[in-house]
């Protein structure tokens, strides 16, 4: 098992992705930038800077956002296809959608969800 492998099945982890999902209440951040109220279910946590390019991040809950399969997939691609700049603008915009609307809310879980990696 790789290194990224451990770290995905550890309790840390565990933890982090169950954080991040609740910060956001289970919404897909990536359609909320597009205005779309979606929850993702099930929930994949993505990581804005990617972890083999900011390993340091891997458990930094600032780095990670709640997205469905499909928003996903697209985000990687985007990644992939120079679109990249574009994928952050539209990330940076669903997290602010999310806090507009619900920013007391938000700013209590992203306070109290903090632990160690």
């Not at 956001?24 to 390019?53: N, T």
């Amino acid at each position: 098992m790789n290194e990224s492998t451990r770290r995905y099945h550890s309790r840390v982890w565990q933890r982090c992705r169950k954080a991040v999902i609740l910060k956001y209440s289970g919404y897909d951040v990536w359609l909320l930038g597009i205005g779309i109220w979606e929850k993702c279910d099930p929930a994949y946590v993505h990581h804005i800077a990617e972890r083999d390019a900011a390993p340091d991040r891997f458990f930094d809950e600032d780095n990670l956002i709640p997205v469905g399969h499909a928003s996903h997939e697209e985000i990687h691609v985007w990644y992939n296809n120079g679109r990249r700049n574009e994928a952050l603008v539209r990330i940076q915009k669903g997290k602010e959608v999310y806090e507009e609307r619900f920013g007391h809310e938000y700013r209590r879980r992203s306070e109290t969800s903090a632990h160690p990696p």
